[in-house]
Nanobody
């Protein structure tokens, strides 16, 4: 069982930046793909980005070029750096884990954090 915990959300102005963190409880983290998803009110949970255990990275078209995903296996932490934020990025952001390979489908992930709110507003 892997426990994930997100942090780093908050209120930011349009054009601003935030970096989210996803801390894992187990050393098996290094064998997991870490995915970031987000869910806005009234909308389905959507894929944002993912990084596999061998550091291959994947992004949704809506965030490519603005968001960067990375990980520190020694610290068992995954990160999502978000730049040029706009109000459409407002959502609860979740990190998720699954063994080895990423997926864009939330149902493919075995472990989830509790979520962290990101609000982009002036």
């Amino acid at each position: 069982q892997v426990h994930l915990s997100e942090s780093g959300g908050g209120l930011v102005q349009p054009g601003g930046s935030l970096t989210l963190s996803c801390a894992a409880s187990e050393n098996t983290f290094l064998n997991y793909a870490v995915g970031w998803f987000r869910q806005a009110p009234g909308r389905e949970r959507e894929f944002v980005a993912a990084i596999e255990s061998d550091f291959n990275k994947y992004y949704a078209d809506s965030v490519a070029g603005r968001f960067t995903i990375f990980r520190d296996n020694a610290k068992k932490v995954g990160y999502l750096q978000m730049n040029s934020l706009n109000p459409a990025d407002t959502a609860v952001y979740y990190c998720a884990g699954r063994a080895w390979f990423y997926s864009r489908s939330p149902s493919a992930y075995d472990y989830w954090g509790q979520g962290t709110q990101v609000t982009v507003s002036s």
